[in-house]
């Protein structure tokens, strides 16, 4: 198993362009979300997933699409890139079981620099 | 609602010598905690997880934490520290609302003296 994957590693955008960032996983996971990190902030919650064609917004939304046609592939969209959009972000799926205690797997990371 | 707080942002420790990385949490209900490592350049991977059996939890790589309800805490500690300790961690807790989602702290940057 690759367990999750991200591409690209990291990205550098101008003010306005827009991109996609690639997930994917092959655990079967119901669960996918995705994550920011920002220094001295932790990780926050941006868009999850509990099933293909189903999406949800976590704590920070603004600016970010998402999409699950698959069960596989949850990507990321910034429509148009702004400088406070500089983060790493990581994808995470899981199990979808009730109780809340499913371990989530993370993904490497996408670095992201919008000059 | 639900919130951790990590209460030291940078631990240093000497190699050998004991860990110890405080967490609170606020939760309305009994809680799912976790507990994450991140080395540098690296993503996300789990140490240890609480849910709701035995309150001392036991991880990977000799590290362990005990939930205390009375004292809202779950603490991560190790007897010996060793070099390949130095990371971030990130103490977590599970809400439920629809679907499992995570809360985490701020961090806590380990550093490991030789």
């Known amino acids: 198993n690759a367990g999750v994957t991200q591409t690209p590693k990291f990205q550098v955008l101008k003010t306005g362009q827009s991109m996609t960032l690639q997930c994917a996983q092959d655990m079967n996971h119901e669960y996918m979300s995705w994550y920011r990190q920002d220094p001295g902030m932790g990780l926050r919650l941006i868009h999850y997933?509990?099933?293909?064609?189903?999406?949800d917004q976590g704590e920070v939304p603004n600016g970010y699409n998402v999409s699950r046609s698959t069960t596989e592939d949850f990507p990321l969209r910034l429509l148009s890139a702004a400088p406070s959009q500089t983060s790493v972000y990581f994808c995470a799926s899981s199990r979808l079981l009730a109780g809340g205690q499913e371990t989530q797997y993370f993904g490497p990371g996408t670095r992201l620099l919008v000059l | 609602a639900q919130s951790v707080t990590q209460l030291d942002s940078h631990v240093s420790v000497s190699e050998g010598t004991p860990v110890l990385l405080r967490c609170n949490y606020s939760?309305?209900?009994?809680?799912?905690l976790f507990w994450y490592v991140q080395h540098p350049n690296k993503g996300l991977q789990l140490l240890l997880k609480y849910t709701s059996a035995a309150t001392l939890v036991k991880g990977i790589n000799g590290f362990e934490a005990e939930f205390k309800k009375s004292e809202t805490s779950f603490h991560l500690t190790k007897p010996s520290a060793h070099m390949s300790d130095a990371a971030e961690y990130f103490c977590?807790?599970?809400?439920?609302?629809?679907?499992?989602?995570?809360?985490f702290g701020q961090g806590t940057r380990l550093t490991i003296n030789p």
């Open positions: 977590v807790v599970s809400v439920l609302a629809g679907a499992q989602k995570l809360v």
């Open positions: 997933s509990v099933g293909a064609g189903i999406t």
């Open positions: 939760s309305s209900y009994s809680p799912s």
